[in-house]
């Protein structure tokens, strides 16, 4: 079994700062992509930034430029480094991760629980 366990959510004033943390453990040969989503209240769960293994990033456009991705691999952790928050960047955070588990070649998309991230005006 996996678990993507997240941290770092909270709330905080427009314009400032957070990090987000999701660790993969438990049955993992390998790992493809890591990622953010975000859903807000009434709104469709959306991709915020992905990060592959090789350390291809895509983001979003609404964060581009305030947001950075990153992944340890060692550690089968990645973070999401937030600047430059707005209001409408709350919204619960789920962490995301395509997963190989050992002896198999079959990939699995797994979710963390999901952090909440609340910026005030």
């Known amino acids: 079994q996996v678990q993507l366990v997240e941290s770092g959510g909270g709330l905080v004033q427009a314009g400032g700062s957070l990090r987000l943390s999701c660790s993969a453990s438990?049955?993992?040969?390998?790992?493809?992509?890591m990622g953010w989503y975000r859903q807000a209240s009434g709104k469709q769960r959306e991709l915020v930034a992905r990060i592959t293994s090789g350390g291809t990033t895509n983001y979003a456009d609404s964060v581009k430029g305030r947001f950075t991705i990153s992944r340890d691999n060692a550690k089968n952790t990645v973070y999401l480094q937030m600047n430059s928050l707005k209001p409408e960047d709350t919204a619960v955070y789920y962490c995301?991760?395509?997963?190989?588990?050992?002896?198999?070649?079959?990939?699995?998309?797994?979710w963390g629980q999901g952090t909440q991230v609340t910026v005030s005006s």
């Open positions: 438990g049955s993992i040969f390998s790992i493809n992509y």
């Open positions: 995301n991760a395509l997963i190989t588990a050992p002896g198999t070649v079959r990939s699995r998309d797994y």
